[in-house]
């Protein structure tokens, strides 16, 4: 009987965190099927219209460990419900907006919001399991890693069909009675207090602004440097300047916003945050790759293309569900580096005669290795970071990811610049396989790591 507890799901409570969870994937991809009415909507370029992508995508990058360190040192469920707040008044600024640079505004509310839903959901599932006892179930790991994938998915075929129904509007106006809905749900939700010691200092030191900015410029700059491939001289020093005044001062507080110490001694930790941006850069490759190599050499047409790629979600999905529910770790990523191995390597057979078939046993592949390394890099996250700053591990694994998601688009614009072929589609395949290299070379770190926790 103890046993059938321990494997139920509380429903009532992880209902309103899946709900903020899926916010931030779904408001990134629905504006792919809204961006070319805006632009016409408001006589913009779509260049100029990228800035709507941009701004929430890097808003996003910053804000997730920011908002996962506000839910450490204050109570994540408020956290949660500021996310649900944020996103609710950006909706309202979307739908309303007068003119195209209160879209950007829009879009910077919802990067900060949706921001704040992943970081508080992973504390508050810490701090509910720990409270029992117990160990978070892996299945309910599971569930809050897919749910961001299967809204990834979502988001350009709600996009559309939002867009089509109400215009370009609908993609903000679908946000409203979606947080309502996630606002009462999350009335079920325990209000924990912070398991870390509050600093009785003022609210800058509490915060670390200093390392907050610091950590921002380092962001941006890193970003700059690799969408725009300026690695010069005087750019790689600004960025290793950046990089050593962040450390110099995160190592002089006492409350840090990077917790550089930590980081050290928790090496285990940072290895993670290495093989989850080794693990995005691949997946993002494969993702973004692989409908312009369809379209561009097999001359697939675009709802083609999607259809060809619903298979690989479901896969994700479903092995994703399956392997949560183990809990060896070791295995867990082992099984995971050893199926990405597998789809980089078929990345290099398929060329222009592919067949069809083929095509769509290599999405089940890839799908396997999506819905595999996404769970087993989140639960070794979860189980090397500490009870007390849950919130800002998930927010810098979020980081992490995104960074190795955008080395992933800037390899992509090299190579498919000159036009997208099989020669070119192939090198990038080639730059996964050393991605690859680098997660088995961690393999090894890792074996050590659990052996020893035996």
Sequence with gaps: MADRKAEEIPYRFMVPLVLGTMMNPLNSTMLATALLTICHSFGQSISDGAILITSLYITSTIAQPLMGRLADIYSPKKINFLAFVLVLIAALVGVFAPAFDWLIVSRVLLGLGTSAAYPSAMALVNKYYAEEG????????????LSGQLSMVLGPVLGGLLTQMFGWKGIFLINIPWVIVAMVLSRAIPDYPPSGVRNKGSLFKELDVTGIVLFSLFLLF?????????????????????????????????????????????????????????????LYVMLYAMPQWLEGVKRFAPAQTG????????????IGLLIAKSTNLFKQNLLGVGVMIAACAGLLLLHQQTPVYFIFLFTLLMGMAEGINLIANQALMNAESPLAQKGVSAGLYRTFGYIGAIISGSQIKTHFSSGVTDYSFHQLAFFTLISCTTLIILLVPLYIHRRQLK
């Design 307 to 318: 259809l060809l790629m619903i298979p690989n979600s479901i896969m994700s999905a479903a």
């Design 222 to 282: 890193l970003m700059f440097s690799l969408t725009s491939h300026s690695f010069s001289i005087p750019h790689v020093a600004i960025l290793l300047t950046l990089f050593l005044l962040l450390i110099g001062g995160e190592l002089g507080q006492q409350t840090p916003f990077v917790d550089v110490r930590m980081l050290k001694q928790n090496l285990s930790l940072t290895l993670v945050y290495v093989r989850t941006m080794a693990t995005n850069f691949v």
């Design 134 to 145: 117990r160990v978070v179930p892996g299945r309910v790991l599971g569930i809050l890693a």
